[in-house]
């Protein structure tokens, strides 16, 4: 039975939200069937070396150009609705479905991990909807205290007259650490400032997914 909880911001965090007002950490995310079947498919996709973070596999689940490297592999629709079938027993408090667009992230043990960024917004290439929250799926688990996901606060631009005045900048706070536990799904606003913590001795696998506002009716 997935089990839901809302991480909001201080009420004095100014932290840019587009569409989605909170975060949210879920437990018991999908079913093991399902997540089982993620597994399998995880297998079957080219493993992709070149990017300068992390190997990645992609996804896709719709029609376009064909020569668009990020459809190397499509499937039939399976792995957004069950998402989405799985989002609707969550709780949230904004009706959401996912871009069928995937990918599976896969860092290799003791890898440093991602420095603090916030999150680009993907178009989908057929409705022209932006996406406007990431959800991470994690597919494996880490030992306590490493390889997961901080969100951050970020820290306050100082004004005019406190430059004036010398004081020192505001820093960027912990808003909490989310550990990677297997069949655990972390979603946050695009432009929530966040980092992906460094990996211990187990490798850290999730499933990036990427999430559009509205119901299901428009794939």
């Given amino acids: 039975m997935p089990r839901t909880r809302a991480v ?36 079957k996709l ?12 992609f996804l896709s689940e719709w029609e376009g150009n064909p020569d668009d490297p990020r459809e190397r592999h499509k499937e039939n629709g399976w792995v957004s609705h069950g998402i989405d079938t799985a989002m609707k027993g969550w709780g949230l408090e904004e009706e959401v479905r996912v871009m069928p667009w995937f990918r599976f992230l896969e860092y290799s043990p003791f890898h440093q991990g991602m420095s603090k960024h916030t999150d680009g917004s993907n178009v989908h290439p057929i409705t022209g909807q932006y996406s406007v929250a990431t959800m991470l799926i994690y597919l494996s688990t880490c030992p306590e205290n490493t390889s997961g996901t901080t969100l951050f606060v970020k820290g306050r631009k100082l004004t005019k007259r406190e430059k004036r005045k010398g004081l020192p900048a505001f820093e960027d706070t912990v808003l909490e650490s989310f550990p990677c536990k297997r069949n655990t799904a972390l979603i946050f606003p695009h432009s929530w400032l966040h980092r992906g913590d460094p990996v211990g001795p ?8 990427e999430l559009l506002l509205g119901d299901l009716g428009t794939r």
Wanted: with cysteine; hydrophobic share 35%.
């Fill in 46 to 57: 080219p493993l992709d070396l070149s990017r300068p973070t992390c190997p990645r596999r």
């Fill in 202 to 209: 187990v490798s850290k696998i999730a499933l990036r997914c």
């Fill in 8 to 43: 909001g911001l201080p009420d004095t965090a100014s932290q840019e939200n587009t569409g989605l007002r909170t975060a949210y950490i879920v437990e018991e995310a999908l079913p093991g069937g399902f997540l089982e079947q993620l597994d399998v498919l995880r297998k």
